[in-house]
């Protein structure tokens, strides 16, 4: 059975910076992205960042600039470091596995429990 397990979510200042970490136990295919979704309250699910299992990332719009993905194969493991956080960053964010390249929900194959993400003064 594939899990994703989140961790690193909790409350910082506009300005400030988190890091999630997202581990994977269980089987999955090397050509598998994986990426980091959010959802804030009243709004639809959206992607925000991806990365193959090659190292190539993609970010949406509005978090490049701030936000880094980045990968450890050999631990099973995805990062988000979040830099420069502004209040409309606030939300539930999830880890993703997808079935192949990533870029909407419809390409998810396993989701994180969701972790979430506040940012206020």
């Known amino acids: 059975q594939v899990q994703l397990a989140e961790s690193g979510g909790g409350w910082v200042q506009p300005g400030g910076s988190l890091t999630l970490s997202c581990a994977v136990s269980?089987?999955?295919?090397?050509?598998?992205?994986m990426g980091w979704f959010r959802q804030a309250p009243g709004k639809e699910r959206e992607l925000v960042a991806a990365?193959?299992?090659?190292?190539?990332?993609r970010y949406a719009e509005f978090v490049k600039g701030r936000f880094d993905i980045s990968r450890d194969t050999a631990k099973n493991t995805v990062y988000l470091q979040m830099n420069s956080l502004k209040p409309e960053d606030t939300a539930v964010y999830y880890c993703?596995?997808?079935?192949?390249?990533?870029?909407?929900?419809?390409?998810?194959?396993?989701w994180g429990q969701g972790t979430q993400v506040t940012i206020s003064s």
């Open positions: 993703a596995l997808g079935r192949g390249p990533l870029y909407n929900d419809y390409d998810v194959a396993y």
């Open positions: 269980g089987r999955t295919f090397i050509t598998s992205a």
């Open positions: 990365i193959t299992w090659g190292g190539v990332t």
